[in-house]
């Protein structure tokens, strides 16, 4: 099965029967302004066993409103460049735009780290993040140790 595939059978799990984000993936109306959160997500999915998901034109309720062509090339220019150049080491990504009940979404595909902990770049080890019960956090002690 392709990640495409995949992605929108974890985006269907998430929306029903009760709308909740995934340890994996996450759901988002827009593009946040906030670079540094941004990173943070970057740094939760790449330090997640198997990657993970920002799905863009998802409101905070999990209803899909969908995304423009011209979000899309603003959200995959700001996300490049974090992938590239907001953490450490870099992280790989895959994009792909699907049609959805009748509006089109941005799913934004994070792969794992090969070397981890992923950080945020020029920060020290302890600012390294990891989804937990579908939120971004920081990585405790443990879970630090364990990603080395």
């Not at 959200?75 to 490049?80: A, E, P, S, T």
Request: proline fraction near 4%; hydrophobic fraction near 35%.
């Amino acid at each position: 099965m392709s990640w495409i595939e995949t992605a929108k059978l974890k985006l269907q799990s998430s929306l029903a029967p009760l709308p909740r984000e995934l340890d994996e993936l996450d759901w988002k109306l827009e593009l946040s302004p906030n670079t540094k959160r941004l990173a943070e997500h970057v740094s939760a999915f790449a330090n997640s066993r198997g990657g993970g998901l920002l799905v863009f034109g998802i409101n905070n309720e999990g209803e899909a409103v969908g995304v423009d062509q011209g979000q899309c090339a603003q959200i995959l220019d700001k996300l490049g460049s974090i992938c590239a150049h907001g953490v450490e080491p870099p992280v790989s990504f895959e994009h792909e735009v699907i049609e959805f009940k009748n509006v089109y979404l941005l799913i934004f595909r994070l792969d794992e780290g090969r070397q981890k902990p992923i950080r945020i770049r020029g920060k020290n080890i302890e600012q390294s993040f990891i989804r937990s019960g579908g939120k971004t956090r920081k990585m405790n002690e443990s879970e630090l140790r364990q990603s080395i």
